[in-house]
């Protein structure tokens, strides 16, 4: 199996690249701190499965969204200190296969890479029964296409999933911060979400659909993802 790994902090990733080239039947083709802004690399290197270490924040997340569209044959793998059931759904409707801890053990991950490689999807428990009750009871699933935003609300939502903050999106659209975290709460409100980071999974679903929203180019991420700090139950949309 054809394996890549992209993480930021080096102990980890050299000592995980040392079991695996360690393993029978694994092949490590990839090894990089950082997401390259060339997919090229990617390209080139065809893993069939690719480790990405992340906090599971808002550009953590466009970043995978992002490499699922435009590398769909790469299966996604996430490494997340601590992923609850929301940031692993999120993560999921992102493109990624799934979501592992550090504390994993390396027999499980490599089952993971199995599973994944097979085409399959690694998932707890929690996140199966939620997936399995949508299919189930489908009318329970949420609605994408009658959100009712305006197109100054798509603007600001375009923004927000860049990455900026309230006060980057004041400047741009030249109104105050006060009318940003208005429209804020108004789109939360349609979209029936209660995050940033929520909000940003939701504009680049439909950006998976469409291509384009509402006339506008889907965003280009930043050249390098960083986790929101934020917390993820934060009702209040500041900047």
Known sequence: ??????????????????????RPN?????????????????RSAQPEVLLLQCNGGAADLEVVSRLHNLLPKVKILLEIDKADEET??????????????????????LRAFVVIGRGEYW???????HAISKLVHPDTADSTNSSGLT?????????????????????SLSVSENTVKTHLLTIYRKVNVDC???????YFEHAKQNGKLHGKAVPAPAKR???DPRPEHDLTPTG
Do not use: H
């Open 225 to 227: 993802y960083k986790a």
């Open 123 to 129: 998932v707890t428990q929690g996140v199966a029964t």
């Open 196 to 202: 940033r980071l929520a909000a940003t999974l939701y």
């Open 151 to 171: 197109p100054r609300e798509w603007e600001i939502l375009a923004l927000l999933a860049k990455g900026a903050r309230n006060k980057d999106i004041a400047t």
């Open 26 to 42: 694994c092949s490590l083709v990839l090894d990089l701190p950082d997401v390259p802004e060339d997919l090229d690399i990617l």
């Open 1 to 22: 199996m054809r394996l890549g790994i992209i993480s930021s902090y080096e102990l980890f990733r050299k000592g995980l690249c040392a079991l695996i080239a360690s």
């Open 88 to 109: 692993e759904l999120l993560a999921l409707r992102a493109g990624a296969r799934g979501c592992v801890s550090k504390s994993i053990s390396l027999d499980t991950l």
